[in-house]
């Protein structure tokens, strides 16, 4: 995500930095270089420009050009630019005061619709909001079983009527939601591969008839550029109310993100980053900012722990390596909850300074597999003491495992040192521990 401009903001940053003192001609060039640096980025010409105009007017102050550390004063001036340029304050989901609660979802054929109505369905579940999904989308081949499939999957049901005109499907859903005493209702709309009059009017027509509280535009954030112009259309005849970008991980350029708030004036409310159907994550501009400008994502981080590791998880963990009882299977566990965590990669990311410290490292996805079928290989009691893996051992696991006997012992050495690391961390306060403990990777 922004992987690309957030390496060429860097290295003019860093550049900046090793000038000192800056007057306007220092400031007018890297500004041309943060230009260049958007427009590759795919941010919209009109947006990228008012950006680098906005950032001159506070970067040329005297407060600026005077002080002893101007380049980390215009770091600050472009994150703060950032941050308004993305929306500001994250924004939520509005509900309404008399139920059901109706959110309509909108955009072109395989931006991701009925994939995402299912995982936001996922996230007001729990929330407490029980859903109602609503399959109105009647023309693309296999949409309705598509829903039905995700409504299965997480415990949710689909109203359908086969085909039929998707107004009515819509007001029937909600009609149904009403009678059960279902709090929302999701209405899965049909797209188009391009924008049509006919396709425009039958979403204008949902609208009058179910009043929608929220129209969310569901964007493929790899398009770039064109998902920015989709979505003004549909704004311009809908009245959208908030964006969600999908295939975020899979956009390193990130234009999108950069320009369809300013350019429509909707906020994006939620991102797509994965294809499992928990893979939905609020939007936070200041923390993308962050995350673009080297800074990492402490809360982000903090959130993605908080979802898969409990308080008492980590206290049992302190009280084993206060009793030096932590063996590899405690290790193999620490592994697998950082996994879920999602792609190691992206939470190296989110730890500030990392990124700057260890540029080139990369967390190869592969040898955290390898990592698990090498502790799977061992028998119970080589878990919990491997002092005992000699060299008949080694040979034995590296063949069970389908490894190299220096995987083995490479894996050893990480694991001795990461139980000295998690140690010396889980003594520092007695009967505390960091909230997030993670097993070392390193190369």
Request: include cysteine; hydrophobic fraction near 40%; charge should be positive.
């Amino acid at each position: 995500m922004l992987e690309a401009l957030g390496e060429r903001l860097g290295a003019i940053f860093d550049r900046l930095a090793n000038r000192g003192r800056l007057n306007e001609s220092d400031v007018a060039e890297v500004l041309r270089e943060v230009r260049v640096a958007l427009l590759e980025a795919d941010v919209a010409l009109p947006v990228a420009k008012e950006f680098v105009n906005r950032i001159k007017e506070k970067a040329v102050g005297s407060d600026v050009l005077t002080s002893l550390t101007p380049a980390q004063s215009v770091v600050k001036i472009v994150y703060d630019e950032l941050v308004e340029l993305m929306g500001g304050a994250a924004a939520r989901l509005t509900y309404s005061d008399a139920p059901p609660t109706v959110y309509l979802m909108v955009g072109l054929q395989g931006s991701g619709k009925t994939t995402h109505a299912g995982k936001l369905a996922l996230r007001l579940k729990e929330q407490g909001r029980r859903t109602l999904l609503v399959a109105a989308d009647v023309y693309r081949p296999a949409a309705i079983d598509q829903l039905k499939t995700l409504g299965r999957q997480i415990d949710l049901p689909v109203f359908d009527e086969s085909q039929g005109d998707p107004v009515k499907i819509a007001r029937d859903g909600v009609a149904e939601a009403k009678r059960l005493g279902i709090p929302t209702v999701i209405i899965d709309t049909a797209g188009r591969l391009q924008i049509d009059d006919r396709l425009m009017v039958e979403l204008e027509q949902i609208k009058a008839a179910v009043k929608p509280i929220e129209i969310l535009f569901v964007a493929d954030a790899m398009t770039g550029q064109e998902a920015v112009n989709v979505a003004k259309t549909f704004n311009e005849r809908l009245g959208i109310t908030g964006v969600i970008l999908t295939k975020m991980d899979g956009d390193a350029r990130g234009g999108a993100a950069l320009s369809i708030h300013r350019m429509t004036g909707a906020p994006i409310k939620f991102v797509g980053v994965g294809e499992k159907v928990t893979a939905l994550e609020a939007f936070y501009p200041d923390r993308l900012a962050q995350r673009i400008l080297g800074m990492g994502d402490v809360l982000t981080l903090i959130e993605k722990t908080q979802s898969v590791y409990s308080e008492q998880q980590a206290e049992d963990l302190a009280k084993k390596l206060r009793k030096s009882q932590f063996t590899l299977d405690d290790f193999l566990d620490q592994l697998r909850q950082v996994r879920k965590m999602g792609s190691m990669n992206d939470i190296m990311k989110m730890i500030p300074g990392l990124s700057k410290a260890l540029p080139n490292v990369q967390i190869d996805e592969k040898d955290v597999s390898k990592t698990e079928a090498i502790i799977c290989s061992m028998t119970r009691r080589e878990r919990e003491r491997p002092e005992i893996l000699n060299g008949s051992r080694r040979k034995r696991i590296a063949l069970g495992s389908g490894t190299q006997v220096s995987d083995v012992n490479k894996l050893v050495k990480q694991f001795e040192a990461s139980r000295q690391m998690m140690k010396q961390l889980g003594g520092m306060k007695k009967g505390r521990f960091p909230k997030f403990p993670m097993p070392g990777l390193g190369r």
